[in-house]
């Protein structure tokens, strides 16, 4: 599978190999010295000792392992990632949805929005099929500006439909992905009957899951301080 960059670096910003060896130099100058001191304070209080840094040392893989995951989800997090309103804030983790058969629809989703699905799935004829996907990446992203629809996906893109996930997508990321939904509303952008809408996502007070369905052209503002987040396929160049 090939693989996808995040949507927040053009083909013109890429970063380049010299950038990259600097970031490596920084990280392996700031950690010798500071490596030292830990161990040497490790060895003060007994935890280290001749015989255990031996057998800690033949465990080098997890060292390396989870002093990598570190430095990347620290560069992730000091790194702005800002387009328009919105704010990468997954760019340290991969979040991949799995292959779908397109036969799930929100409308008949009840066991998972215990808290409230919208009949607006219904009345508007949205309880349909949509097709087959392949393995996706998705990236989420937080609104930092106000703004509606238009605006936010606009931000990432000047072609929504680029932005938009199946119903069983949203249904498999809200299931398997819950940590990424924020503590209000989470915006799942689909095409249905020609037509964009926008299925808003949220966990009320009790713990249930919520959904309502708008039409994507719905001119409402969404203020940032409510620390929105949108749920888009991680776009290549």
């Not at 996808?4 to 990259?20: C, L, R, W, Y």
């Not at 430095?71 to 991969?94: D, M, P, R, W, Y």
Request: aromatic letters at 8%; a neutral charge; glycine letters at 8%.
């Amino acid at each position: 599978m090939t693989t996808m960059k995040n949507p927040s670096i053009a083909s013109g910003n890429e970063v380049t190999d010299g950038q990259v060896e600097t970031c490596v130099t920084l990280v392996t100058d700031a950690t010798r010295k500071s490596t030292g001191v830990a161990l040497r304070e490790l060895s003060k209080a007994g935890v280290l000792t001749k015989q255990n840094i031996e057998k800690v040392r033949a465990r080098g893989d997890q060292i390396v392992a989870a002093i990598t995951e570190l430095v990347k989800q620290k560069f992730a997090e000091l790194a702005e990632n800002v387009s328009g309103c919105l704010k990468l804030i997954s760019g340290a983790e991969t979040i991949t949805l799995k292959p779908t058969d397109g036969k799930e629809s929100i409308a008949k989703a009840r066991n998972l929005f215990l808290g409230w699905l919208d009949s607006d799935f219904k009345m508007w004829g949205l309880d349909m099929e949509s097709g087959s996907t392949m393995e996706m990446n998705v990236t989420v992203h937080e609104l930092i500006k106000a703004g509606d629809y238009r605006k936010i996906f606009g931000s990432l893109s000047d072609d929504p439909k680029k932005l938009c996930l199946t119903q069983p997508q949203i249904i498999q990321f809200v299931k398997n992905h819950r940590k990424w939904l924020s503590e209000n509303w989470t915006f799942f952008l689909f095409e249905a009957n020609g037509e964009l809408f926008v299925a808003d996502v949220l966990l009320n007070d009790d713990g249930y899951l919520v959904v309502y369905v708008c039409r994507f052209s719905r001119g409402n503002v969404w203020d940032a301080g409510g620390r929105l987040r949108i749920v888009v396929p991680q776009l290549t160049n």
